[in-house]
Nanobody
Framework: QLVESGGGLVQPGGSLRLSCTAS????????MAWFRQAPGRQRELVAS???????DYTDSVKGRFTISRDNAKNTLYLQMNSLEPEDTAVYYC????????WGPGTQVTVSS
């Protein structure tokens, strides 16, 4: 089970920190990722992190977002800085292969 939290309404240039708590399986064995889906658009991969904490990002968020994980807490994080209106979406976590059941997601809205 995956449960995302930390979303909200923020002004352009602001920051948010998303969290994703996993339960029922061995979190530390999975490469994980954050995905997002904006209205009328397909879900896209935003950031990924391997089991050894090697990270990768889609070009549009490089330098602004940071993915991290705490295996002791079974938790995945996404620190989002310098947010832009184009970042508005529902954010989800999953294994990087997206094969786990999806959680409810957390809404991020960037607007003045």
């Amino acid at each position: 089970q995956l449960v995302e939290s930390g979303g909200g309404l923020v002004q352009p240039g602001g920051s948010l920190r998303l969290s994703c708590t996993a339960s029922g399986w061995i979190f530390r064995l999975y490469a994980m990722a954050w995905f997002r889906q904006a209205p009328g658009r397909q879900r896209e991969l935003v950031a990924s992190i391997t089991t050894s904490s090697i990270t990768d990002y889609t070009d549009s968020v490089k330098g602004r977002f940071t993915i991290s994980r705490d295996n002791a807490k079974n938790t995945l994080y996404l620190q989002m800085n310098s947010l832009e209106p184009e970042d508005t979406a529902v954010y989800y976590c999953n294994a990087n292969t997206a094969h786990l059941p999806w959680g409810p997601g957390t809404q991020v809205t960037v607007s003045s």
